[in-house]
């Protein structure tokens, strides 16, 4: 029910250090927009800013149209769901999710009917006179939750909902996490450190680090056109494969050439390659393990090595090979059982390579 | 580049700034008008020759500073000031220490104990010492009842210099014994049980674990409790306002005590206050020596 | 198990030891309690029971030494008197104090370690440094023999700011975040989240502070001078000192003292654990 745009926001902190540079970002209304990133890359500061739990070093930050840099949290009329889920210790659950109500000044009756309304909506009916420390952590979770639906706010924000929970439930959360956004209708912003998480749940995901975004896009394009290494590393698990390769022209083709072969680039990328001068230069590669395939007749052989660990994952297999390239990383359907030490050589799907300039990380073939 | 900067950290710096008066100001006017202000002024009265009568007062410089170094009063206050911290602190200390070792554990009854032993720090000081002044009675009085019936010869107790600084502190490590104790006994209970395994696996003797283990542990209850023993007795007053009233010929004088009769019997402000100063100076001194030494004895 | 060794020395050993400790224990509870039991003997005492040291007991308890203090003497106005102002103070004081520690903790400001320095600078001064300065302003205010200056110059709690302060301290920042963010001000999250959660600490608080300014003696006696305004400290001495009744009549002043310490006496039995965990655990360091 609200759009939220930043506008070159920075944080710094007393002693200089910037947790948050030059951020810009339009979120729209009704938008699942997810932040992503390592710890530190200030995707909780920057939530905390739209919160106004942070003051804004500089900046603008806009909701709804307004400027709501000064404007204090509770003001704001926006909801947070903790990463320890903050609930009030001295409270029941029914008093946590009325809190924000009674602060409105909301009638008693009115109050009563909406967290019967939340708690049945979340499963929580059962345990509204409980107090938070009789409850289990998914159960934590559900209250956090429903003391940020019960007001209907203009957005909601969420810091790493998930990461106190285990993995089971965790999976089981986020389709509950999901179907709440088709329910309510309303933006959210989401903080994880999990790209799987990020990848499962957003229409709209914005990666950070250090500071800054390094990519705003869907799912599909983070996955298939990261715009830098870093991107296309923290996307995907297991992680993209990288290595050394020199850009050569040879009979009218533009190849890379690795240690044990060659990659011969399509029309885009070789177009992309020639424009950008890359030819006779040295560059990073970047291959998916799923596109990394078995070499069938040694022709298309780009690395070669020895199996290093096989893991065995029931449809698929995770084949790390010892190459002159260093490890790489296989996902292949076609399961077929190999030992340490298994001489084995390696092909790639072309199309699906990425090349890298080695000195800025930016992607060049996009 | 520098124009918004600066802009932008006066922002920073004044956004929440009722808010943060509102909460910082009920008590920092009362903190600033009530402590920090009487500080710095008593540092400035020291200085002039005020009688607190009359309207006008000139700065005499060092004046009162050198008649009170040349006064022998002064020293003999400053004496008694040491003699009567030292005579509280080490006692209060030791025995609260002793009685929280019996009673860290607990048994039928030690509830009561506690009770009793901590009761006298709840207790008004003027109510018990007027208690201990009949108590201390040269004739009739039931302490000397008990001396002689124990043998001894009975004590003149606070009617002569000689034992009256002695009462006084009796009745000090009285009221403050049981407040020494409760901080040790929850020391005590902190100290973590395994250390205490690992002594015995080690096969030190009861003796060596005391020392090598349960002292250390408690090292920083016992260094709280000298800063706040330590400037407890140099505030002492109502005790002896009650038992002696400084007396008799000065014996029980301390420095708070000389304080109170310059500036509130003699009007002497200049004076008093330079006594003020020699006492914030002897407690910000003592408590950094003690900080210093702190660092070789307490374990954090 | 060899662990135990306490506990594994045969009892004949162990003897010497308990009879040591009970002997320790017995003489310092002696010690401790004499005072008082004199104090409650002594006021049921005729005077010439009083002055005969051979006797413990009073041959006849003299229980008009109490009602004659109880209801003709000014002690039950000066325990009414250091009873309603010591509860205002602590009002104040738990205010002002939770306020200060609220910003301290949970407020970010630039001056904010400045403050704490100041706060902590002043906390080991000699209040009575302070008498002479505080006493000239409340006499330029013209509340010097009044009630009001008694309560105007304690507002604050430098105990209290630390006590709280240390309590506030435990308290998640989530949850006060949690608050605002649910639409509190910093003033509903002081009261109705952080307060609830440091319940202990301001029950400690307001005991401690409670008891230090009922028994406040050297300041108020200072400041006042009409007998309408004593403490009770303060009118206990008076009565001690007044028309020579020092030195004989002992059994009235040993009435008047217990008619003062016996209901804080009996308030502490009811709230003993909040002085005994609250003092004991709030050393303000690790131990």
């Known amino acids: 029910m609200a759009e939220i745009i930043l506008k070159n926001i920075t944080k710094e902190y007393e002693n200089g250090f910037q947790a948050v540079k030059n951020v810009s970002l339009d979120i729209k209304d009704n938008e699942f927009v997810i932040l992503v990133g390592p710890s530190g890359c200030g995707k909780s500061t920057t939530l905390r800013m739209i919160a106004g739990l942070e003051d804004i070093s500089d900046g603008d930050l806009f909701i709804d149209g307004e400027r709501m840099n000064d404007v204090a949290p509770q003001h704001r009329d926006i909801a947070m769901v903790f990463q320890n889920y903050a609930l009030y210790p001295h409270m029941s659950v029914y008093q946590n999710i009325a809190y924000s109500l009674k602060i409105k000044k909301i009638p008693k009756s009115e109050i009563d009917q909406r967290v019967h309304e939340v708690a ?23 209250v956090a939750m429903g003391r940020a639906i019960i007001r209907h706010p203009k957005a909601f924000l969420m810091d790493e909902p998930l990461s106190n929970l285990d993995a089971k439930l965790r999976g089981q959360m986020r389709v509950e996490i999901a179907d709440l956004y088709q329910r309510l209708n309303t933006t959210f912003i989401y903080v994880t450190h999990d790209q799987t998480e990020a990848m499962t749940l957003g229409t709209k995901i914005v990666v950070m680090k250090d500071g800054e975004i390094q990519q705003i896009d869907n799912p599909t394009n983070l996955f298939s056109y990261p715009v830098n290494k870093f991107v296309a590393g923290f996307i995907g698990t297991p992680t993209m494969n990288f290595f050394e390769a020199e850009c050569a022209e040879e009979n009218g083709l533009v190849v890379l050439k690795t240690v044990a072969g060659r990659i011969v680039m399509n029309d885009a990328k070789a177009a992309k390659l020639r424009e950008g001068g890359w030819i006779g230069k040295k560059v990073t590669g970047g291959i998916r393990p799923e596109h990394v395939i078995l070499s069938q007749d040694g022709e298309n052989t780009v690395f070669s090595g020895k199996v290093n660990v096989f893991e065995l994952l029931g449809s698929n297999a995770i084949i790390y090979v010892e190459t002159e390239a260093g490890m790489i990383v296989m996902n292949t359907s076609q399961v077929q059982v190999y030992e340490h030490g298994d001489k084995i050589a390696l092909s790639v799907i072309a199309d699906k390579v990425h090349v890298f300039d080695p000195e800025t990380e930016r992607t060049v073939t996009n | 580049m520098s124009t918004p900067k600066v802009k932008r950290k006066f922002k920073r710096r004044y956004d929440k700034l009722p808010t943060v008066l509102l909460f910082v100001l009920p008590a920092l006017i009362p903190l600033i008008v009530f402590w920090i202000y009487p500080i710095c002024r008593s540092v400035y009265l020291s200085f002039t020759n005020w ?250 | 198990m060899n662990t135990r060794y306490s506990d594994k020395s045969p009892l004949y050993l162990r003897i010497p030891g308990i009879v040591g400790k009970i002997l320790i224990l017995a003489a310092a509870s002696v010690f401790t309690a004499f005072p008082f039991v004199w104090m409650v003997v002594s006021s049921l005492k005729t005077k010439a029971d009083i002055l005969n040291t051979d006797i413990f007991f009073p041959s006849e308890p003299q229980w008009g030494n109490i009602t004659g203090i109880l209801f003709n003497s000014p002690i039950p106005k000066y325990i009414l008197n250091s009873a309603w102002v010591s509860l205002v103070i602590v009002a104040l004081q738990i205010v002002s104090g939770a306020m200060l520690a609220y910003a301290l903790v949970f407020l970010k400001f630039r001056t904010r370690k400045i403050l704490f320095a100041i706060v902590m600078a002043t906390y080991m001064l000699p209040v009575a440094a302070t008498y002479i300065p505080s006493y000239i302003i409340l006499a330029n205010w013209g509340i010097l023999d009044s009630f009001l200056g008694l309560i105007v110059s304690s507002t604050v709690s430098i105990f209290g700011i630390f006590l709280l302060r240390q309590g506030f301290m435990q308290i998640p920042k989530g949850l006060v975040e949690a608050a605002r963010m649910d639409g509190a001000s910093h003033w509903r999250a002081l009261w109705e989240i952080v307060c609830p959660m440091t319940k202990s600490s301001f029950i400690t608080f307001g005991l401690m502070n409670f008891i230090g300014t009922y028994n406040n003696y050297m300041w108020p006696s200072l400041i006042t001078k009409t007998s309408d305004y004593f403490l009770v400290s303060q009118g206990l001495r008076a009565f001690f000192v007044r028309d020579g009744a020092y030195g004989t009549e002992w059994a009235l002043v040993m009435a008047a003292s217990a008619v003062v310490v016996i209901p804080l006496l009996i308030l502490f039995a009811f709230t003993q654990k909040w002085f005994i965990n609250g003092i004991g655990g709030e050393t303000g360091m690790k131990g």
């Open chain 1, 120 to 142: 049945k909506s979340l499963g929580l009916e059962e345990l509204l006179d409980r107090k938070p420390g009789q409850l289990s952590g998914g159960q934590k979770q559900r």
């Open chain 2, 51 to 300: 009688d607190f009568i009359s309207p006008t007062y000139k700065i005499v410089g060092l004046k009162n500073y050198i008649s009170l170094f040349r006064n022998p009063r002064f020293f003999e206050a400053l004496g008694h000031t040491v003699v009567f911290t030292a005579g509280t602190l080490i006692p209060t200390i030791v025995l609260g220490l002793v009685l929280a070792l019996l009673l860290v554990r607990n048994f039928h009854g030690s509830g009561i104990l506690k009770f009793i032993l901590f009761s006298p720090w709840i207790t008004p000081t003027v109510a018990i010492s007027i208690v201990w002044t009949w108590i201390y009675k040269t004739d009739g009085g039931i302490a000397n009842t008990i001396l002689t019936a124990l043998g001894a010869s009975p004590l003149k107790w606070i009617s002569s210099s000689d034992t009256a600084m002695l009462s006084v502190i009796i009745v000090t490590v009285w009221k403050s014994l049981g407040y020494a104790m409760i901080f040790y006994l929850s020391a005590l209970e902190r100290v973590p049980g395994e250390l205490y395994e690992a002594v015995a696996l080690d096969g030190a003797s009861k003796w060596r674990t005391f020392f090598d283990i349960t002292l250390p542990c408690i090292s920083p209850t016992t260094f709280f409790l000298m800063i706040i023993t330590m400037v407890n007795s140099l505030q002492a007053y109502d005790q002896i306002q009650v038992l002696t009233q400084g007396g008799p010929s000065g014996s029980t004088r301390t420095l708070l005590y000389m304080y109170y009769q310059l500036g509130f019997q003699e009007f002497n402000m200049g004076q008093a206050t330079a006594v003020a100063v020699v006492m914030i100076l002897l407690t910000v001194g003592l408590s950094v020596i003690q900080f210093k030494a702190s660092e070789k004895w307490v374990h954090y």
